[in-house]
């Protein structure tokens, strides 16, 4: 099924044919710049939002909407065409809006602390469904503007690669979004993000890293035993020497496993050659697991610790915590099953 979001503007004015020219303007300036669905275009005539409804019909299906932090993390479970499901997050902060969209339905790369890594994959999902989220969350966020769009929601983005990037390049073109303001989360495929750096699109990398050393990350992250450390810092270079943008690193804290002044050094020595900031996340509960994440206290300890070792260092704000919309809880997936997925990066 196609998207009207996949559709050119060339194709369309071919689409339109016989209408009167100015009809192209319109829609398209209601679809990307004022958030606008078929349904409420009403700068159109009502046949032809009917016929373009129907030859284009939502991706998107709204199955459960669950909010907290006094209404400014909102989740939304939403069906696809196929019945699959995927999760989508907003979340509301003091100086910007932020999505927080899927590229997968499921997850195929098997990180044992993420609830959606344990729920298993469906499928990719197509540029229309990743682009409908953003769309769509725009319109919840209203009045205020989208400002930020995070792929940190299911699947892994790298794995997907020909649709995050063609939904990164129409963001920017048709949707006016900075690049800049446009972040994409990796467990580390290697070679895509060497793919990724010489593409023209200065987006912020966050590599989810969570150990500095093969043996704890080969349990943590499985794909580092495809792409082990030493593979994934070349990639890294790459990235830095490319875009001149600097990249940062997700610490999701778990107590007595990466916690540890051990790991704050190994942690201090993998970003300072990378000059890389390091984003620390005090892990969020998942079922499964059987671990815990850092308390308070070790939290501070970490961060002190990476910061006397000259490393640029935040806590990530956790949104969302109760209501499972917060980084690595997001499980809510339909057909999914325990797979492998080829990984897109030719």
Same mark, same amino acid.
């Given at each position: ?35 606008? *669905? ?5 700068? #159109? ?39 699959? *499901? #995927? ?11 932020? /999505?927080?969209?899927?590229?997968? !339905? ?24 990743? #682009? ?40 920017? !073109? ?100 990378? !000059?890389?900031?390091?984003?620390? #996340?005090?892990?969020?509960? *998942? ?25 640029? /260092? ?21 057909? !999914? ?8 990066? *030719?």
């Amino acid at each position: 099924m196609t998207s009207l979001y996949e559709v050119s503007r060339e194709e369309l004015s071919a689409l339109l044919e016989g209408q009167p020219r100015y009809r192209v303007d319109q829609i398209w300036h209601g679809l990307w710049n004022t958030n606008e *669905t078929l349904a409420t275009l009403s700068t #159109i005539p009502k046949a032809l939002r009917a016929s373009l409804s129907a030859q284009f019909p939502s991706s998107l299906r709204v199955v459960d909407e669950v909010a907290s932090d006094q209404g400014a993390t909102r989740k939304w479970v939403l069906e696809l065409h196929d019945g699959s *499901t #995927i999760e989508t997050v907003l979340m509301h902060y003091e100086d910007r809006a932020t /999505v927080c969209v899927s590229s997968q !339905a499921g997850c195929a790369m098997g990180c044992t602390f993420c609830a959606t890594g344990q729920a298993g994959f469906s499928r990719q999902l197509r540029v229309g469904e990743v #682009i409908e989220q953003v769309l769509f969350a725009a319109r919840a966020a209203a009045p205020r503007r989208l400002s930020n769009v995070v792929f940190m929601g299911m699947g892994e983005p790298l794995a997907n690669y020909p649709v995050t990037v063609e939904v990164l390049r129409r963001l920017q !073109a048709y949707r006016g979004m900075s690049a800049r303001h446009l972040t994409v989360s990796t467990v580390g495929v290697a070679p895509a993000i060497e793919r990724l750096a010489k593409e023209g699109l200065p987006v912020t990398l966050a590599v989810s890293l969570h150990a500095a050393n093969d043996e704890t990350r080969n349990e943590l992250v499985p794909l580092n035993r495809r792409y082990p450390l030493a593979r994934l810092h070349e990639a890294c270079v790459v990235w830095n020497e490319t875009t001149k943008r600097r990249l940062s690193f997700e610490w999701a804290l778990i107590d007595g496993v990466n916690d540890t002044p051990r790991a704050a050094q190994e942690l201090a020595a993998y970003a300072s050659g990378l !000059a890389a900031h390091v984003n620390l #996340i005090p892990l969020n509960p *998942t079922p499964g697991f059987l671990v815990r994440g850092s308390t308070a206290e070790r939290v501070r300890d970490f961060r002190d610790h990476l910061e006397a070792l000259g490393v640029n /260092v935040t806590v990530r704000q956790t949104r969302g915590r109760s209501i499972a919309a917060a980084c690595g809880q997001l499980a809510n997936v339909a057909k !999914a099953k325990r797979t492998t997925v080829r990984l897109r990066t *030719t």
